[in-house]
């Protein structure tokens, strides 16, 4: 029986870090799907909204900043808002360069965020990191306080896709489109490019800032190995480009898809000799690898195709003409 209870708690976390993972896909999936952004720098805006929300909600601590001890709820606005602007300050000096000049800078600037966060210990507790995050409905008894964390994650996951399939589909998503496939004639169609670069790049910032806001509140301590470019930029593509990219079910089906592999992939690991231990963080790699190989090669497009937006097509001449029944 208690091995059993082991088993569903391990799931409720699995599932929670799973959907978690989807907010951060999703933001991607703003960038990358939606406007061809190359973002690479996922893990400094995942660290920016989970040292901000650490900060605006712990109590008082002479070893960070912070001592406001507000509720999580203001702690997750406080991480977006902060994400979000970053993310402008970011876009506006990268917005511009183009594919792997993009991707370069963003990967560039993260690592500075990492650094400035690693640094400064009189604000974030520089490598020890910052503690006793507190975790929304923690007041209830186990395991009801893991039920209700993951249903808020699944019910903040299920917002994002209705708003984002809403976006999508509206005019502002068939733009976004356009100036993904072809900018110089989004340009000369009238649309101010650089702004609306700029917008989606914002709102997949503020998403990656959710996700960490998340993440802190989840497991109720941040530092900076949580924000290493491998678990939160690598992975992040992995799971957008199994899912499907451009496809929100597809974000979401990738992010917990690979989430689960990776967390199995740990558990196999485990029962490795000791000598393996140090090429253990390798081995996981190198299994998500063979996984992405083996998917991409089924369902080069992801598991979930891009829906193409469907415009609707004038009717044709003939069918309109005043001289149709006598052609």
């Not at 876009?91 to 690693?118: F, N, P, Q």
């Not at 990656?208 to 949580?226: D, P, R, Y």
């Amino acid at each position: 029986m208690e091995q059993l209870y082991g088993i569903f708690l391990y799931t409720v976390f699995l599932l929670t870090m799973g959907g978690i993972y989807a907010v951060l896909t999703l933001g991607l999936n703003i960038q990358w799907g939606f406007t061809g952004l190359f973002n690479a720098g996922v893990a400094g805006f995942f660290a920016i909204g989970a040292y901000t929300t650490a900060i605006v909600t712990t109590a008082a601590s002479e070893r960070h900043l912070g001592g406001l001890g507000l509720p999580p709820a203001a702690g997750i606005v406080a991480a977006m808002v902060a994400s979000s602007i970053i993310a402008w300050g970011v876009g506006r000096m990268c917005i511009r360069l183009r594919a792997d000049y993009l991707a370069i800078a963003t990967l560039g600037i993260a690592e500075i965020l990492r650094l400035v966060l690693k640094n400064e210990v009189w604000a974030t507790n520089g490598p020890r990191g910052i503690s006793v995050i507190p975790k929304p409905f923690e007041h209830l008894a186990e395991p009801w306080n893991q039920i209700a964390m993951l249903l808020l994650v699944v019910a903040v996951v299920a917002v994002l896709y209705v708003l984002l399939e809403r976006v999508w589909h509206s005019p502002w998503g068939r733009v976004m489109a356009a100036i993904r496939e072809n900018e110089a004639a989004a340009r000369a169609a009238g649309k101010d490019v650089e702004r609306l670069r700029i917008v989606a790049f914002i709102l997949g910032g503020a998403l990656m800032g959710l996700g960490g806001a998340l993440m802190a509140h989840h497991i109720k301590f941040i530092e900076l190995q949580a924000a290493e470019p491998i678990t939160a930029t690598f992975l992040v593509w992995v799971m957008l480009v199994v899912g499907g990219s451009a496809n929100n079910r597809g974000a979401i089906v990738g992010a917990v898809l690979i989430w689960t592999l990776w967390s199995a992939a740990e558990i196999l690991i485990t029962g490795l000799p000791p000598e393996w231990a140090v090429k253990a963080a390798y081995l996981r790699i190198f299994l998500v690898g063979l996984a992405l190989q083996f998917i991409l090669q089924r369902f080069p497009d992801g598991i979930f195709r891009e829906r193409r937006l469907r415009t609707v097509s004038s009717p044709s001449i003939k069918e309109h003409s005043p001289c149709r029944k006598c052609c």
